[in-house]
């Protein structure tokens, strides 16, 4: 069984900071981190491997540097790394970078067949959840998204059975192999990575793939020239001005309390209260 995992290696979001001038994101001195919602994705699929047999590829879009979180994947446990860098993806938005890891996904199954491709449900540095689906859509998979938990693997008959969280409740599914699943927090615990898998990932050679040798033919289709997504504006929300009101909890029951609570917010929002009673 082989198994992919798309990674990104995202800016550490909680030292960002944004230029108070050009309202752009500041880079520069941000430690940069894997993605945390995709280490549950890594984990999940390493578990896999470890009941079912086979192998886990971690295959990352990025800068030179990208090869740090490749790096690390290994140290948890990933068999292969694969990093896909050239000048030419710079400025990629999720249509073009679910083009390009389609295309380098294409060119890994040629040598040994994809199973399960995994990443996270989204990035925390664009929070859009569209490459895991973009990718399914180009490779023509079946996606389950936004899942929870596998509860079973069928190698002999290439049947997959996952929960998935939607809106008002878990949907549970059944899907052919191959496909894509896109993995959500808290789906497991991961895993330390060994010492040897440490020392494995340090010595370990990291496959670099420019355009051409990631099967990228269309080059109109990557970075900005295949981007037609445009962000106008970023910007830190505003702090605000009113200070927290506190409600007086001794002696009153869950319902006054309630009541209470209510009452502070339909004064400061009238229309919610005629909308909720209508």
């Not at 198994?3 to 979001?13: F, G, R, W, Y």
């Not at 446990?77 to 030419?88: C, N, P, S, Y």
């Amino acid at each position: 069984m082989h198994i992919v995992v798309c990674i990104k290696q995202v800016p550490d979001s909680a030292q960002i900071r944004v230029h108070p001038v050009t309202n752009t994101i500041m880079r520069q001195g941000v430690p940069t981190i894997i993605n945390p919602y995709d280490l549950f994705a890594l984990e999940e699929a390493m578990r896999l491997r470890d009941e079912f047999g086979g192998r886990v590829t971690v295959l990352c879009m990025g800068p030179p540097m990208a090869e740090d979180a490749l790096r690390r994947a290994l140290g948890l446990g990933a068999d292969q790394a694969v990093l896909i860098t050239d000048r030419r993806f710079a400025g990629s938005d999720t249509l073009a970078t679910s083009f390009a890891l389609a295309t380098a996904l294409e060119t890994l199954g040629k040598e040994h067949p994809i199973d399960i491709v995994f990443t996270g449900k989204q990035t925390i540095d664009g929070d859009t959840a569209q490459v895991g689906p973009g990718i399914a859509c180009r490779l023509e998979l079946n996606q389950l998204t936004y899942v929870a938990a596998i509860d079973s693997l069928d190698k002999a008959k290439g049947e997959i059975v996952a929960r998935r969280r939607a809106e008002g409740g878990v949907q549970v599914l059944k899907s052919k192999l191959p496909c894509l699943i896109t993995m959500l927090e808290g789906a497991n615990t991961l895993r330390r990575g060994s010492v040897q898998d440490m020392l494995r990932a340090a010595r370990a050679k990291v496959t670099v793939w420019s355009a051409e040798d990631a099967g990228v033919g269309d080059l109109l289709k990557c970075g900005l020239r295949g981007s037609p997504t445009v962000v106008k504006k970023v910007f830190a929300p505003q702090p605000r001005e009113e200070p927290a009101e506190m409600v007086a909890v001794e002696g009153k029951t869950p319902a006054q309390i309630g009541d209470a609570i209510l009452d502070l917010v339909f004064a400061r929002q009238p229309k919610l209260e005629a909308e909720l009673t209508a």
